[in-house]
C-alpha cells in the first residue's frame, strides 16, 4: 500500500514504523512541517504499561525508550510555605525531542521515507496517488480542520492560560508549586525528564494572567516574571522557552478539548491528538497517541479484515480508551480551573485534593502507593474531626461530626428512601424493623423517607406521614427503637409531593397516577408532571399559608416524636421544588421570575419549621443541585446560592441531590455522579454539604471526605439490599471503634479476621 502520513509527531512515526513491521512492502511518506532536529516540546511522561505496550510492538525501538527512561516516584506540593511530600506513585518520563529522534531512527531504518520541513497540504487532491492518508497533524490538524463536518469534530477551549516550559533545574519529584500574586494563583506542574533537564509547566487563570500584564509582555519579559515568581523553586535555574518565535502572549495557550464523532472519512484516517486531546495534567497524550497507531497498524493489517471493518474497530477500541481518559482529565482540568475552592484548605488537604483530583485515584490507591503518607491524612481528618489530636489512623467515614448539639459518631448516612408502606400515612411494623435494622448497621444518621405533611401532600397512598396523633405515636416507637438499640440519630425528612402526588406504589410504576381514588393536585404553577398526569392548581397565597403551617405542625410533632434532625425536601420536582426550579415554576407574582422570587415561598416554609424547630437541634435541605436542562433550569452555579439561601435562614448541612425536575431530563450518570455538586456548594458557598448518588463502596465514601468534597455521605440503594453496609465497611477496614449491637459481636469480630485473612491471601498471591 502507498501510505501519506501526515505529521511526525509520536503518532505519525508510531504507526509508520508500526505498519512497516507489519509489512515491510508498505511505501510510506511522512511529510511534517518542522526540520528533524526542530521539535518543539519537553519531557512526556508514562506508564509501565504503555511501556509494555511498546515492548510488545517493537522490542527494537521499545527496550532504547525503556533504557533512557528517568523513573521518579515521589510528588511534592508545595503551598504556602509547606511541602508535602508522597510516595509511590511512580512516573517515568523522557525527553520528547529524545523520543521522536529515537522514532525517527527507528523509522528511517524500516525504510519509511521522512520528508521534513515539508507543510503538509489539507486538499486531499493532492494524495491521490495514496492508498491511505494518517492524519498524524496533531491538535491543531489542519486535514481535520478542512473535514471538520465529516468527523464530527467538537472542540472545546478550556479557560486557563499555560506556557510549556523547560528548565535545566532537575526536579527529583513530581512538583506542583502554587504560588499568590498580588492578581491570584500561579502554579507550575514539573518533573523531570532526563539527567539534567525538566518541564516546567506555568498555568494560571485568565484573570490573573491578564492581571499580571502577561497579555501585554514579551517572552523574556513573560519569562522573567515566571522565573521571579517560582524563584525559589527554580534555584537560580533559568525558564527555556522553545516557542521564542511567536509574540509573548501566543506563546501562552488555552488548552483544546478535541472530540471526534467519527476518526475517518474515506481514506483519510485521524490518529492521535488529530483524533482526541487529553488534558496536559494528566499527562497521557503521548500514550493514546502511541497506541491509537498500533491499533490502526494490527487492524490494517489484519487478514481478512475489509477495510471499513477494520477502521470500525480502530475507532470502537480507542474510542473507549479515550473516554476514559478524557474523563478523568476533565475532572483534572476543571479541578486547576476551580482551584480557588481548595485554596483555603490546610496543605494536607489541598495536597490529597489534587491527588485524587481526576477521580482515578483513591483513597485505597493511596494507601498502595504511601500507607504512612495516607496515615497521616487519617490522623489529620480524624484530629480535626474529634478537635483533639488524634493518633489513630481510623478512615475518614469513622470520624465523627457535629451538628449544632447533635453528635455523629460516624459520616456515613442512610439516604431518605420512600418505602411505601404505610396506611394511612401511619408507619406501622415494616418501617419499625426496615428503620431499627438499618441503624443497627452503624450509620451515623439514618433519614425517613419523605414524610408528608398532609393527606393530599403524600406521593402515593403507601406513603408515610405526619398529620396525625397516630402517626407521632408510630414514629415515636421508631426513633425510641433507634436510640435505645444503636449510636444512630434520626432524621425526619419532610416534603409534599405537588404536581408528583396522587401516584401508585413505587413497584407498580414510577410516577403513574392511581386507578381510582386520585386527589386534586396543587404545585408553583399548572404545569403536570408529564401527559400522563394530572394537571395541578396553580396555589393561591390562601394555600401556601395552609401548607406553610401544615410544615411547621409537622415540625412540632417531629419534636414529640422524638427526632434528632429534620430535613426539608425542596428537591426532585416536589411541591417546594417545582416553585425554585423554572422548568415547572411559571409564576408572573413575587413567587415567580428570578431565583430569588422562585425561593421566596420554600424560604418563608423553612425560616418558618425552624422558628418551630428547637434551636440546639440541626436542620438539613434536600436540594436538586441542577436539572439536566442547561441554563433553562437550575444550575449548579445557581445550587451554590440556593445552598446560601437557606444557610442563612438557619440551615446546617445542604443534602445535594440533583435532577428528577422534570420528567424528560437526561442525567449523566456514572460513579458519584452527583458528588461534584456537592464539592462545588460545599467549597463555594461555604456550608456543610452531604453527597448521594451512586455512592456504593467505602472507598468512595473515604476519598470524597478526605478530599473535602463533602462533609457526609448518604447512600440509598445500597443500604436497601445491605443495612449492615457501615458495619461491614469497619470490618473491612479493622476498625472496632463503632457500635455493634451486642448480640451481633461475635459476627462482626468473624467477618473482620475472614476480610483480613483474605485480604493478607490476596497480597501474598501478588506478592
Ligand atoms: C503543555 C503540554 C504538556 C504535555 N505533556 C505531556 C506528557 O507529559 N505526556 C504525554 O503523554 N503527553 C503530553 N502532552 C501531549 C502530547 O504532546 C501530545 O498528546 C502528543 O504529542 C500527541 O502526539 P501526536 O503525534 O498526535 O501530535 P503532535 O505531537 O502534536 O505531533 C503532530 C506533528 O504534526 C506536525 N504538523 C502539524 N501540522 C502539520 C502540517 N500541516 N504539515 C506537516 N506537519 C504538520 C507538527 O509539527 C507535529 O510534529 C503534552 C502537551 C502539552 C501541550
Ligand atoms: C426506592 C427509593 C426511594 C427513594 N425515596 C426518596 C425519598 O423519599 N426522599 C428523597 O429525598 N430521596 C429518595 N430517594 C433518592 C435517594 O435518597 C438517593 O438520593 C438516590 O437513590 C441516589 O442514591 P443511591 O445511588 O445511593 O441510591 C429514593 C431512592 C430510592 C432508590
Redesign the pocket.
Not at 439516604?415 to 420512600?418: D, L, V
Not at 448521594?692 to 456504593?696: E, K
Given at each position: 500500500m502507498r501510505i501519506a502520513v501526515l505529521g511526525g509527531g509520536p503518532a505519525g512515526l508510531y504507526f509508520a514504523i508500526s505498519a512497516k513491521l507489519r509489512d515491510a512492502s508498505h511505501d510510506i511518506d511522512l511529510f511534517e512541517r518542522n526540520a528533524a532536529d526542530s521539535i518543539f516540546g519537553w519531557g512526556v511522561v508514562f506508564s509501565d504499561q504503555t511501556v509494555d505496550n511498546l515492548m510488545a510492538n517493537d522490542p527494537v525501538s521499545g527496550a532504547v525508550i525503556r533504557d533512557e527512561f528517568a523513573h521518579w516516584d515521589d510528588i511534592e506540593v508545595h503551598l504556602r510555605g509547606e511541602t508535602i511530600r508522597s510516595g509511590g506513585h511512580g512516573f517515568i518520563g523522557i525527553g520528547r525531542k529524545r523520543l521522536l529522534a529515537i522514532l525517527q531512527d527507528r523509522a528511517r531504518s524500516l525504510g519509511v521515507a521522512l520528508h521534513f520541513a515539508h507543510e503538509a497540504s489539507s486538499d486531499l487532491a493532492a494524495y491521490e496517488d495514496y492508498d491511505l492518508i494518517i492524519a498524524a497533524d496533531g491538535a491543531n490538524s489542519v486535514m481535520r480542520g478542512a473535514n471538520a463536518e465529516a468527523f464530527g469534530v467538537d472542540i472545546q477551549t478550556r479557560a486557563n492560560k499555560f506556557f510549556w516550559f523547560g528548565t535545566d533545574r532537575v526536579f527529583e519529584a513530581f512538583t506542583f508549586a502554587f504560588k499568590e500574586t498580588e492578581a491570584g494563583w500561579v502554579w507550575a506542574h514539573a518533573y523531570r525528564f532526563d539527567a539534567g533537564q525538566s518541564t516546567f509547566i506555568v498555568e494560571m487563570s485568565e484573570a490573573t494572567w491578564v492581571g499580571l500584564g502577561l497579555h501585554r509582555m514579551s517572552q523574556p519579559e513573560a519569562i522573567a516574571l515566571c522565573e521571579l515568581i517560582f524563584a525559589g523553586h527554580l534555584g537560580g535555574a533559568r525558564l527555556l522557552s522553545n516557542a521564542l518565535h511567536l509574540p509573548g502572549p501566543q506563546a501562552w495557550l488555552n488548552f483544546r478539548r478535541v472530540l471526534c464523532e467519527r476518526w475517518h472519512h474515506g481514506k483519510l484516517i485521524l490518529i492521535g491528538d488529530a483524533a482526541h486531546t487529553a488534558h496536559f495534567s494528566i499527562g497521557s497524550g503521548t500514550k493514546l497517541a502511541l497506541e491509537d497507531a498500533i491499533k490502526l497498524a494490527e487492524v490494517l493489517h489484519r487478514p481478512g479484515l475489509p477495510r471499513e471493518e477494520a477502521l470500525a474497530e480502530y475507532q470502537d477500541e480507542r474510542s473507549v480508551e479515550v473516554l476514559k481518559l478524557q474523563n478523568s482529565a476533565r475532572n483534572s482540568t476543571e479541578w486547576f480551573e476551580t482551584l480557588d475552592r481548595y485554596l483555603h484548605f490546610e496543605p494536607i488537604q489541598f495536597a490529597y485534593s489534587l491527588l485524587t483530583r481526576s477521580q482515578r485515584v483513591s483513597h485505597e490507591n493511596l494507601r498502595l502507593r504511601d500507607p504512612q503518607w495516607l496515615g497521616r491524612v487519617e490522623r489529620w481528618f480524624q484530629s480535626r474531626a474529634r478537635g483533639r489530636p488524634a493518633n489513630d489512623a481510623a478512615p475518614p467515614m469513622f470520624a465523627p461530626f457535629k451538628l449544632r448539639a447533635l453528635d455523629l459518631a460516624n459520616r456515613v448516612v442512610v439516604?431518605?428512601?420512600?418505602t411505601y408502606s404505610a396506611v394511612d400515612g401511619t408507619p406501622n411494623d415494616f418501617h419499625l424493623v426496615h428503620y431499627g435494622t438499618r441503624a443497627q448497621g452503624g450509620a451515623g444518621l439514618v433519614y425517613t423517607?419523605?414524610t408528608c405533611v398532609s393527606p393530599e401532600g403524600r406521593i402515593t397512598p403507601g406513603c408515610t406521614g405526619m398529620y396525625a396523633p397516630e402517626h407521632v405515636a408510630a414514629w415515636r416507637r421508631i426513633t425510641d427503637f433507634v436510640h435505645a438499640n444503636s449510636a444512630a440519630k434520626i432524621c425526619l425528612?419532610l416534603?409534599h409531593s405537588g404536581a408528583k402526588g396522587s401516584t401508585r406504589v413505587?413497584w407498580e410504576g414510577y410516577d403513574v397516577p392511581l386507578e381510582s381514588g386520585n386527589w386534586p393536585l396543587m404545585a408553583a404553577s399548572d404545569v403536570p408532571w408529564s401527559a400522563a398526569n394530572q394537571k395541578p392548581q396553580p396555589m393561591t397565597r390562601g394555600q401556601m399559608d395552609a401548607v406553610r403551617d401544615a410544615f411547621v405542625a409537622a415540625t412540632r410533632m417531629g419534636i414529640d416524636a422524638g427526632f434528632d434532625m429534620v430535613e426539608l425536601?425542596v428537591?426532585?420536582g416536589y411541591l417546594l421544588s417545582s416553585f425554585i426550579t423554572p422548568l415547572q415554576n411559571r409564576r408572573g407574582d413575587e413567587y415567580g421570575g428570578a431565583l430569588e422570587n422562585r425561593l421566596r415561598f420554600p424560604l418563608e416554609v423553612f425560616a418558618a419549621m425552624r422558628a418551630a424547630w428547637p434551636a440546639d437541634k440541626p436542620m438539613s435541605v434536600?436540594i436538586s443541585a441542577n436539572d439536566w436542562a442547561g441554563e433553562a433550569g437550575v444550575t449548579p452555579d445557581e445550587a451554590v446560592e440556593i445552598a446560601r439561601a437557606f444557610t442563612a435562614a438557619g440551615a446546617d448541612l445542604i443534602d445535594v441531590?440533583a435532577g428528577q425536575t422534570w420528567a424528560d431530563a437526561q442525567p449523566v450518570y456514572g460513579r458519584m455522579f452527583q458528588t461534584p455538586f456537592a464539592d462545588k456548594v460545599r467549597n463555594e458557598a461555604c456550608v456543610p454539604t452531604m453527597a448521594?448518588?451512586?455512592?456504593?463502596e467505602p472507598d468512595h465514601v473515604n476519598s470524597i471526605l478526605a478530599a473535602g468534597r463533602a462533609d457526609l455521605v448518604?447512600?440509598?440503594?445500597?443500604h436497601?439490599i445491605d443495612p449492615m453496609w457501615a458495619l461491614r465497611a469497619a470490618a473491612a477496614h479493622d476498625h472496632r471503634d463503632i457500635f455493634v449491637p451486642p448480640p451481633y459481636l461475635a459476627g462482626q469480630a468473624q467477618l473482620a479476621r475472614n476480610l483480613k485473612r483474605a485480604a493478607e491471601q490476596d497480597a501474598a498471591l501478588k506478592a
Open positions: 439516604s431518605p428512601m420512600a423517607e419523605m425528612q416534603g413505587g425536601h428537591a426532585h434536600r441531590s448521594v448518588g451512586n455512592i456504593y448518604a447512600l440509598a440503594r445500597p436497601l
